[in-house]
């Protein structure tokens, strides 16, 4: 039986699905594997870096570390999962995983959309995977369905919903005539917008993650201060009456268009149809639109946070490098 040794880096949100799914699903994933690869592996968590080795974070302190050295340095840990979030010391440690030899796996967004590329082309030299199906609407593959399922097209247009904090308080303003203060209020009393909503309803978050989307369907990473970038703060209620009288609903949507000077970007609200797919993907649902040439159109839909979702897509990058390994 080979064992491939992972770290963790963080345990959150995310971290901790992740580890409760590699727990629970150890088996399934072995048994999956041995399918693919013909091979008996498992999957093994070795170290976890947080930040205080004494907190009680409900595992055995011994896998616990709160020195980076010691995964870094560790030659049996083969694949480093990022999930800390944000830029630094994020970049740094995924930077230093791919620099020792190691394979890396995140869900963060910032930070891809920050590095203008730079994390993916390192890998590239380095020859390791670097994968991150988590940072873009969480649970949906749309990375998977870009890269792979649409090798035969030529993307024309990704537009999406690809925040849920913003479509939950759009939608509440819709459908319950709410203003975007109580819709706001109401989103964090449910723990769908964070005390600080800034990344969210600035529009900070979904112009990372159409960045990343960007690059993928155009193989050109917009430079973040050309995205056009519209929050929802403005938004008033006098807003939704006319849309509605228009027979039309406002969602938050980003996009990325080719066009004959290259990639136009940018993530506003905006009115669409009742009719267009889209505008029934309410709630903190997220959904990608992929228009391309020969596919023609595909909507993909799911949850875009979340524990375990958000952890289904990160063991489903663990899973695709540990088949290779
Ligand atoms: N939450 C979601 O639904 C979701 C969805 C899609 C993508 N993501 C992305 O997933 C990533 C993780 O998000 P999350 O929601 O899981 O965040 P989180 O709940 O805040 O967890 C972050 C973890 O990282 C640890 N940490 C922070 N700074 C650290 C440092 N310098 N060294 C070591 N550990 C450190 C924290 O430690 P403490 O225990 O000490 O706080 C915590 O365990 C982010 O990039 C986020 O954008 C999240």
Redesign the pocket.
């Known amino acids: 039986m080979k064992t491939v040794k992972i770290a963790l880096?963080?345990?959150?949100?995310?971290?901790?699905?992740v580890k409760n799914i590699l727990e629970e699903k150890k088996d399934q994933l072995s048994q999956k594997l041995f399918e693919k690869t013909g091979e008996k592996k498992v999957i093994e968590i070795k170290k976890i870096?947080?930040?205080?080795t004494d907190?009680d974070?409900g595992v055995d302190k011994a896998i616990l570390t709160?020195d980076?050295a010691q995964i870094i340095n560790d030659p049996q840990i083969q694949i480093v999962v990022?999930?800390?979030?944000?830029q630094e010391?994020?970049s740094k440690y995924m930077e230093q995983a791919i620099e020792a030899g190691k394979h890396v796996v995140?869900?963060?967004?910032?930070?891809i959309a920050m590095s203008g590329g730079s994390i993916e082309d390192k890998a590239r030299e380095k020859g390791v995977s670097f994968m991150y199906e988590?940072?873009v609407a969480?649970t949906i593959p749309v990375i998977r369905v870009i890269e792979d399922s649409l090798v035969a097209n030529e993307i024309q247009k990704i537009s999406g919903i690809i925040n849920g904090t913003t479509n939950y308080i759009l939608s509440k303003m819709m459908n319950e005539n709410q203003s975007f203060e109580s819709a706001l209020k109401k989103a964090q009393e449910l723990g769908f917008a964070e005390a600080d909503p800034t990344s969210d309803v600035e529009g900070y978050?979904a112009m990372y993650k159409i960045a990343i989307l960007s690059k993928l369907a155009f193989n050109i990473m917009p430079d973040l201060n050309d995205i056009k970038r519209t929050g929802i703060r403005g938004v008033s209620i006098s807003d939704i009456n006319k849309a509605r009288e228009n027979a039309n609903t406002i969602k938050f949507i980003a996009q990325a268009e080719k066009c004959r000077d290259g990639v136009r970007v940018s993530v506003s609200p905006l009115e669409i149809s009742k009719d267009h797919s889209l505008a029934n993907v309410d709630g903190a649902m997220n959904a990608v639109y992929i228009t391309c040439d020969n596919a023609g159109e595909i909507m993909l839909q799911g949850a875009?946070?979340?524990?375990r979702?958000?952890a289904s897509a990160v063991v489903s990058d663990i899973f695709a490098i540990a088949e290779k390994l």
């Open positions: 880096l963080g345990l959150g949100t995310v971290g901790s699905g870096l947080v930040r205080n907190k974070y709160d980076y990022e999930l800390i979030g944000g010391p994020a995140t869900a963060n967004k910032m930070a988590a940072s969480g978050d875009g946070a979340g524990s979702p958000t």
